[in-house]
């Protein structure tokens, strides 16, 4: 039998969906991610989504907690430094690069991001830097990472600069 899974990563421009032997480890599951086209190593980590710890390659899916359409974060950094512009300013805060961009959008707009009201945030979203296409903030806060560094360049702007 095999499971499937909802893969993120670096290299991999969305969510993707493997397939693994129930019988797998971690290893494989790494190995398939670079099968699909994950820019990774074969050391690479895997985190189960909204997590903070890597997983040991040696265990098998059922021990790692990788079930059925379990969401996996398959990438070589342990900690990703989210930087954020808003106008003028810029914080900077570690996610683990697992964790949704949900999270981070939550950090950037409340008491130790910017501050900035529950209503004023209704109207903001998060882009990479210099882009104006809005990310899906259940997108993995790793999928995002460019190149070699473990660093995300967010903005956040309002609703109404997206172009459609």
């Known amino acids: 039998m095999t499971r499937k899974l909802f893969l993120q990563g ?10 693994v032997e129930d019988a797998a480890h971690v290893a494989d599951v790494i190995s398939r ?11 690479a980590i895997a985190m189960l989504e909204d997590t ?5 390659h040696g265990a098998s899916l059922d021990a790692a907690g990788l079930r059925e359409k379990a969401g996996v974060h398959v ?28 999270l981070a959008f939550k950090w950037a707009v409340g008491k130790r991001g910017f501050d900035i009201s529950d ?3 209704q109207d903001l979203v998060l882009v990479i830097q210099g882009q104006q296409q809005s990310l899906d903030l259940d997108d993995q806060i790793g999928l995002h990472i460019a190149g070699r560094e473990c660093k995300v360049r967010l903005e956040l702007i ?3 600069r997206i172009q459609g």
Do not use: H, M, N, W
């Open 10 to 19: 670096p290299g991999l421009k969305k969510v993707v969906v493997i397939e």
């Open 33 to 43: 991610a670079r099968e699909v086209g994950a820019d990774v190593d074969v050391d």
């Open 119 to 121: 209503g004023d945030a």
């Open 158 to 160: 309002p609703s109404d």
């Open 75 to 102: 990438g070589r950094c342990r900690k990703v430094s989210v930087v954020v512009r808003y106008g003028r300013d810029t914080k900077e805060e570690d996610f683990s690069p697992a964790q949704r961009l949900r």
């Open 52 to 56: 903070d710890d890597p997983l040991d």
